[in-house]
């Protein structure tokens, strides 16, 4: 337990979220805590992560929030000396359907209207940016050449190691067990290993925050999914772009993939339906299915080699976006949950969002960002680009 027992703000989790929202809040001068049941920052969900960061989006708050993070990422290295990784490798987003086709290009104006630089490419040009993608029956895609990727694990650690610096506080190996409240605020928080007092607490559990939230009487709509990755053996440069495929497939409803600098081929499925539960175990059904969409959209794929699969968990919400901000009843008591597998992309934006909240400096979009992320929202805007 810390020998220091009252902070400014108190976090629940030190992963894609947790962890960089730490560090705005310390580098904004506030006493700031942050509990984690693992050994050290980003070992839940956050190292299960392929690294992919992406501003298109379908919601104009995810774009928000990732083209803020995307400012962050790609600066990092310059302002803190921290090599994360980053590479503006960029995002295609394939069509080789109408319907595909007419999805992608229904969402431009609003994207662009958002400052996202995105372009529809057609069959030839996207064949010229990606020469190796297979050719039958493609209509083109989109490119955002600026959305790109970084190592979670770095990222993470970077975030953590600057947030200490500027005095954030992290207890590893400890539970939250109960959050106290006294005429509808927080005032406390009571771990296996001690109790903490405090007026402000995020909780950024991830797949875990449905359980936090039932200890100030919420009812989280928050489920764990289970998702499986693959990498492979170097190979030489073909592709720069994140590659999202997002027709439905027996097993599947969507893949993705990209070629990492040292030249593995990273990739990952969203099994159908979905595969509810902490489970952290690989199949054998993960490869067959992955490769089959593999080659599928890059044939030249085919002789590739796996060399390891993993499997981690999404918090997943009824619309595919994440919740945040605060919450009706309990004052005090922020969320930075549900981030729909999308956590660290979205982590160092959320991040800075909660703490102008804190603050009281949300401009007028952060405001309507966090309007559109309420816990008491409609759950009808479904995430289009999964």
């Given amino acids: 337990m810390s020998p220091q027992t009252n902070f400014d703000v108190i976090i629940a989790g030190a992963g894609s979220i ?18 984690d049941s693992r050994a050290s920052t980003g070992q839940a969900s956050n190292k299960h ?11 104009p708050a995810k774009i928000l929030l990732c083209s803020n993070s995307i400012d962050i990422f790609s600066t990092w290295e310059a302002e803190h000396g921290q090599d994360i990784e980053w590479r503006a490798g960029g995002y295609s987003f394939v069509a080789y359907d109408d319907a595909i086709e007419k999805t992608l290009k229904d969402l431009l104006d609003m994207q662009r209207s958002l400052g996202l630089n995105i372009n529809w490419l057609d069959r030839q040009a996207f064949l010229e940016l990606i020469p190796d993608i297979n050719p039958a029956s493609l209509r083109g895609g989109t490119y955002s050449p600026e959305d790109g990727s970084a190592s979670p694990l770095k990222a993470s650690f970077a975030f953590y190691q600057e947030a200490v610096r500027r005095g954030a506080v992290f207890q ?18 009571t771990t296996d290993k001690g109790h903490y007092s ?6 950024a559990a991830g797949s875990w925050s449905a359980e936090i939230g039932r200890m100030v009487g ?36 969507n893949f993705y993939f990209y070629q990492h600098p040292t030249g593995k081929i990273i990739f990952c499925v969203t099994p159908n339906p979905q595969i509810w ?18 080659i599928e959209t890059m044939p030249k794929l085919a002789n590739c080699r796996v060399r390891r699969t993993w499997r981690g968990t999404y918090p997943m919400t009824p619309d595919g976006n994440p919740i945040l901000g605060e919450v009706e ?13 999308q956590g660290f992309m979205l982590g160092p934006g959320v991040g800075q969002l909660l703490t102008h909240l804190i603050q009281g400096t949300l401009s007028e979009q952060e405001q309507q960002c966090l309007h559109s992320m309420r816990l008491n929202r409609e759950w009808t805007s479904l995430e289009k680009l999964k």
Avoid: W, Y
């Fill in 329 to 341: 009843g309990v004052e005090g008591f922020l969320l930075a949950t549900g981030a729909c597998g």
């Fill in 277 to 294: 539960g902490f489970l952290d175990k690989d199949t054998s059904a993960f490869l067959p299915l992955s490769s089959r969409r593999l």
């Fill in 198 to 203: 405090t007026n402000c607490f995020i909780n």
């Fill in 172 to 189: 590893f190996n400890e539970n939250v067990i109960g959050i106290e409240t006294n005429a509808g605020r927080v005032q406390s928080v």
């Fill in 49 to 59: 992560a392929i690294g992919g960061i992406r501003a298109t989006h379908s919601d």
């Fill in 218 to 253: 919420l009812d989280l709509p928050v489920r764990p999914d289970a998702h499986e990755a693959g990498i492979t053996e170097a190979v030489q440069p073909m592709f720069s772009p994140m590659i999202v495929d997002i027709r439905s497939r027996p097993g599947s409803s």
């Fill in 18 to 35: 947790g962890t960089p929202t730490a560090f705005f809040l310390a580098q904004a001068g506030l006493k700031v805590l942050v509990i």
